[in-house]
């Protein structure tokens, strides 16, 4: 079985680092929050500042130590600057919302049904 960070597509595109989940359930933990910041890091490098960012959730969890770490880390406020998730069935909208809700990101954040309307509204937004 292969770890959960080569089942996760990060990449630059258009000025936007798009995060692409697999298919299959990935619970996202610390260390491998840690490892998803490393990817988007070399994925941008040398280019360390604040990136649009598009994540296509699928079947992801995030415990809450890695939830806290993606929002709130010095690393990670330095690559975000809009984030843009599309979420493509209603119960993981439903904890999208309430997790947004209740992060209150310092970052524009929106959540959407389709990665077409996710770019057009990130391509909209300064950095």
Sequence with gaps: MSSPLTRIRIALEDGIIVVTLPDEPVCVDLPLANAILDE??????????????LVELKRMTVDRAARQYLTASERSER?????????????ARVVANLFVTLTRPEVPVRLFGDTASARAWLLDQEM
């Design 40 to 53: 988007m890091i070399a994925v941008v490098a040398p280019d360390i500042r604040k990136h649009r960012l």
């Design 79 to 91: 690559l975000s600057g809009a984030v843009a998730m599309v979420v493509d069935n209603p119960l």
